[in-house]
């Protein structure tokens, strides 16, 4: 068997990529990677990689991280900068043993030299909005956009390996430094081979407040399907975070299990992107239901064209 | 009932002081700030705050995050520099609804902007014991340091109100921009003040594998006392960590209830100090025993001597 969800739609292109190699029983870590590096390039996505929007002072700070569930070995960097795929970096750091969570100035300094390509990651595009926002928020004592498109993948391979990885140029207008679960492991993601993996999209803030990719994974590894796993775990802890904090922050979450089983559960109208062995790559969107579930359907032609229109609009 | 259990016995001063604040019914995110203060002023302990150790190329850099059990709020700062008290920046970021964890240049620079006290953090005694490193490893090819002293704090006050921090300057020689599992929602710290919480210290790279804070905190919440979850969290993990990843670093955890119950379990010999309404401030020392279970002593005379001897030693 073989399977890869990713959050938001997109993934899908990504997913259409990583397929490819699943089916050439090539790696879940190479799938995962690939996955990402679409996103991460694509110029349109305005929240992860390329393309992706700055954080208050114009500086496109990234994050991303990679999690290899045979092993549990971990790579993830913070706030770097100007580097063309954060997740092949964190993907590599993912093989030290030591100083393999890097953020900042070390974090980009790493990757340059270790031989990761560089480039200016902040378009023409990403600077418009940025300016337009800077006046908007100078006017009208704005919030910071209340993003939450961090791209987010795990994939099972052939021989039964799973990886997961994240990648995210997070809050746009954050302060200068902000980090959200992305890169942190049990909340931003989270994979063992012998039970499944998650990963997060959703207010960072938030999301490291409940642990939710760990707990998802234990959850299914106590007997819970993917579905049940994200349903408990997502919409228990949206509840107690009202309750405790007097609020929660969108978020959503996706699952899938060594029997490539999936699921997903979400706050929000969230969209995602999956393929298995038995299921031709598609892309869902998802809402929250009644009593704790999630409502799932294929996305719709009408969505798609409009989300197209949408990202590409000018600015 | 209140009660603070804190990680090693450079903690012990800052018990004591939390303790005088917690009998006054002062709250337990006082009583975490304060302790760790302590630990974070001492100019002697070389993994925490003034005078410890700097990275690879001679700067200090800090990590330190606080907990709020009431509502589940996180602020954290990594890689911050020449900042006093960065449990107190730590602090004040949990009560930011977005932009509450921060790293690198940013962090420093909010922890600046907001007036936290400036301090050349890296003293002449580290400074010395860093030149005589470099040159050793210029010499025989070492590995880094294999430090593992986080200040980790777990508190409990009368209102029934639980809080945890952690502190800690990292792995002594560590790449520039390298962060542990101190910051780390889950893997370092974690508390629900309707369970209880725990914190860790060890090889941050391998305690994020686990998220073993907020396991220990969830088995709580199942049932298990202080001491058990520890206990199954910790030598269950670390087996694990053996058959999967081949190795696993030094790590101890501590963790206390809302009853202010208290345990720990360790891979290695761990000194902690704690404190509660039915007990007087005691430093114990702690190694791993039969069966996955935890030997706990107080600690001897003369192993506070030769302790003391140790870290004044003459460079």
């Given at each position: 068997m073989w399977g890869i969800i990713a959050t938001w739609r997109m993934a899908h292109e990504g997913i259409l990529a990583a397929k490819e190699l699943l089916v050439k029983e090539r790696s879940a870590g190479d799938a995962v990677e690939t996955a990402i590096k679409c996103v991460e390039?694509?110029?349109?996505?305005?929240?992860?990689?390329?393309?992706?929007?700055?954080?208050?002072?114009?500086?496109?700070?990234?994050?991303?991280?990679?999690?290899?569930?045979?092993?549990?070995?971990?790579?993830?960097?913070?706030?770097?900068?100007?580097?063309k795929n954060p997740i092949s970096v964190a993907r590599k750091l993912s093989k030290e043993k030591f100083n393999s969570f890097r953020v900042g100035?070390?974090?980009?300094?790493?990757?340059?030299?270790?031989?990761?390509?560089?480039?200016?990651m902040l378009t023409e595009r990403a600077k418009k909005i940025w300016e337009k926002r800077v006046e908007e928020v100078a006017k009208h004592q704005l919030?910071?956009?209340?993003?939450?498109?961090?791209?987010?993948?795990?994939a099972l391979d052939e021989l039964s390996s799973m990886a997961a990885g994240t990648s995210s140029s997070g809050l746009f207008m954050k302060k200068s430094g902000r980090v959200g679960d992305s890169p942190l492991s049990g909340s931003g993601f989270y994979v063992d081979s012998e039970i499944g993996g998650a990963a997060a999209t959703g207010l960072g803030e938030d999301l490291m407040k409940g642990c939710l990719s760990y707990e998802i994974v234990r959850l299914m590894g106590s007997g819970y399907s993917p579905q049940d796993a994200?349903?408990?775990?997502?919409?228990?802890?949206?509840?107690?975070?009202?309750?405790?904090?007097?609020?929660?922050?969108?978020?959503?979450?996706?699952?899938?299990n060594k029997e490539g089983q999936w699921g997903v559960a979400t706050n929000v109208e969230f969209t995602f992107s999956v393929?298995?062995?038995?299921?031709?790559?598609?892309?869902?969107?998802?809402?929250p239901g009644e009593n704790q579930t999630t409502v799932i359907e294929p996305i719709t032609q009408e969505w798609l064209d409009a989300y197209e229109k949408r990202i590409k609009a000018p600015i």
């Open positions: 390039d694509y110029p349109y996505y305005k929240s992860v990689g390329y393309g992706g929007l700055p954080n208050e002072e114009g500086v496109l700070e990234m994050d991303a991280a990679f999690m290899d569930g045979d092993t549990f070995a971990i790579g993830a960097v913070a706030g770097i900068v100007d580097i100035a070390g974090a980009t300094r790493y990757a340059q030299a270790e031989g990761f390509e560089q480039k200016e919030d910071p956009y209340d993003g939450h498109d961090t791209v987010g993948v795990v994200c349903d408990q775990a997502v919409y228990g802890f949206s509840e107690k975070l009202k309750k405790r904090y007097g609020k929660a922050g969108a978020f959503s979450l996706i699952a899938m393929a298995t062995k038995e299921t031709e790559p598609t892309i869902f969107i998802a809402h």
